[in-house]
């Protein structure tokens, strides 16, 4: 069982920035991917960013309406994935929900093995 712990969100003005955090804790070992989604009212969750947890591969991907402004880092010894978010814009607004997956094509894929609770992010014009 792997527990995902967000932070980090709150009210924020157009193009102000942002940082997300999310702690796992438990059988780490199983999550190689770590990412963010997002759900605003009345829409589907959608994938934010990912980013995976090979030493030697760092990959990470991102959606397009992100790319660009937010970016994704871990940091495998503290079992913590960062979402940078800059130049915000209202259309951000959403609960932002850290992921956990096998691999990163499955977390892109919203195949997720574990979800945090999530966190308000609030841009205003």
């Known amino acids: 069982q792997v527990r995902l712990a967000e932070s980090g969100g709150g009210l924020v003005q157009a193009g102000d920035s942002l940082r997300l955090s999310c702690t796992a804790s438990?059988?780490?070992?199983?999550?190689?991917?770590m990412g963010w989604f997002r759900q605003a009212p009345g829409k589907e969750r959608e994938f934010v960013a990912a980013?995976?947890?090979?030493?030697?591969?760092?990959?990470?991907k991102y959606a397009d309406s992100v790319a660009g402004r937010f970016t994704i880092s871990r940091d495998n010894a503290k079992n913590t994935v960062l979402l940078e978010m800059n130049t915000l814009k209202p259309e951000d607004t959403a609960t932002y929900y850290c992921a956990a997956s096998a691999n990163i094509q499955a977390l892109m894929a919203a195949r997720v093995d574990y979800w945090g609770r999530g966190t308000q992010v609030t841009v205003s014009s």
């Open positions: 438990g059988r780490t070992a199983y999550s190689n991917a």
């Open positions: 980013v995976s947890s090979h030493r030697w591969n760092f990959g990470t």
